[in-house]
């Protein structure tokens, strides 16, 4: 059975810094994955996302990586600013469903 | 921009009632989902749809029936609420026909149920 983790579950860090979330699955065997971030009480917004023949995908200050064999994807953020802060999951899209992460709660200081 | 809407953002209901999620996508999405989210558990699948008026389980569909009667919308249905299933409803759809060319997915705002 699949199963996603994402480590740390939470991380603060000083505005400016670079920093990598990390996402981990079981199975090689995902069609795609897929990064998103989520604001307090509200839905989901996507990130990225990254094919199962693609190694990386870049949006503006985000890199996300994916590496199958070994089973992890990185999403890179440079030069954080308190508007990163959020919840920040990853997914992975298998037969016809998403497993998820619990999530990294990332809080950026001014 | 793909839009995803659900009918509540809050939504208060009693014990043994029926109630009903909306969703609507407008982007001619193939694929639509119900999740829950629940602190700790993360996200769970309760149903999908892959195509008009089909169905399938996700991984807690008890207590729980769906149905599809036009593409753009998917309806989550709580046969008879339970305190156990007050929660933070979310709705997403992506297109692709084929798992292997699904796209991204899209989230609505979601619905935080209270059943008292």
């Known amino acids: 059975k699949q199963e996603v983790t994402q480590i740390p579950a939470a991380l603060s860090v000083p505005e400016g810094e670079n920093l990598v979330l990390n996402c981990s699955f079981t199975d090689s065997a995902i069609y795609n994955l897929q990064w998103f971030r989520q604001d307090p009480g509200k839905g989901l917004t996507s990130l990225l996302l990254i094919q199962s023949s693609q190694r990386e995908q870049t949006s503006g200050r985000l890199n996300a990586s994916l590496d199958k064999s070994s089973g992890r994807s990185t999403l890179y953020i440079a030069a954080s600013q308190p508007g990163d802060s959020a919840t920040y999951l990853c997914a992975a899209l298998e037969t016809y469903k998403y497993i998820f992460g619990t999530g990294t709660r990332l809080k950026v200081l001014a | 921009d793909v839009k995803v809407t659900q009918s509540s953002r809050y939504l208060v209901k009693r014990t043994g009632e029926k109630v009903f999620l909306e969703c609507v996508q407008d982007?001619?999405?193939?694929?639509m989902f119900w999740y829950r989210q629940d602190p700790g558990l993360g996200l769970r699948l309760i149903y999908f749809?892959?195509?008009?008026?089909?169905?399938e389980k996700g991984d807690i569909p008890e207590g729980y029936s769906v149905s599809r009667e036009k593409k753009e919308r998917f309806s989550l249905i709580l046969e008879s609420a339970s305190t156990n299933q007050t929660s933070m409803y979310l709705c997403?759809?992506?297109?692709?026909?084929?798992?292997?060319?699904?796209?991204?997915?899209?989230f609505g705002p979601g619905t935080r149920l209270t059943v008292l």
């Open positions: 749809s892959y195509d008009v008026k089909m169905k």
């Open positions: 982007m001619d999405h193939e694929n």
């Open positions: 997403a759809s992506t297109s692709g026909g084929r798992v292997d060319s699904y796209n991204e997915q899209f």
